[in-house]
Structure formats: structure tokens, C-alpha cells
């Protein structure tokens, strides 16, 4: 049974990877999980390799979806990223990062704002 968070996350995680991937991204892997954490997208741009964190709101009462990644949770995402590329040298890249991309559904019927920021999660 999915609940309607679930459902939320799941249609916000549909809605990001059409649109990286009419951007030129390419799609690797939803939903990767390890022990540290999971990875909502894994795309390539060119080689690199991009690790996607995908906030889904609905309208900006709650805070806006991207500035809900705290520190915990970047490092948790890194950490997992680590993981993934050491568990896929097939890959071919030359590199990594993590984006994320904010889905903010507006009331009424007018369609959902994406917005893709490169980079957002860094070490340091």
C-alpha cells in the first residue's frame, strides 16, 4: 500500500527524470539503496556521473523543497554515492556529483515548477 507521501515522491522522482532527461541526462538507476542511505536518481551527463536528490512539495507553506536538504542528510547522500560508484566501475565516467532538483506542485491546475540546481550537495 502506498501512502500519499509516497505516491508525492514517486510522481516528483517521474517528473525530475523527464526532465533532466530532455536536458540530454541519461538515466542509470532510481531508488539505489545501501545501508547509509538511498539515492532517489543516478544519471549521466556526458561522463559524469550525476547523483539526483529530488524534493517534492506541495506549494511552499511547509518551506521551499529545496532547502530541505540538511547536513545530515547531504552526508548521508555523499556517503551512498561513494558507495554506488565503487560498486559500479563499469560506468565509465570521470567524475561525480550531486544536484538536486526541487518539484513544487502549484494549486489549481497549473503544472508543477522543476527547478535543477548542479552541485548542490559538495564535501567540505
Known sequence: MTTPKIRLGRGGEDLARSYLEKQGYIFVAANWRWRSGELDLVMRDGKVLVIVEVKTRHGEAAGRAEEAISFAQG???????????MEHPDL???????DLVAVTYERGDHPARVTHWADAVVTG
Open 75 to 85: 552526508k548521508r547522500i555523499l556517503n551512498t554515492a561513494e558507495r554506488f560508484v
Open 92 to 98: 565509465d565516467i570521470i567524475g561525480w556529483r550531486v
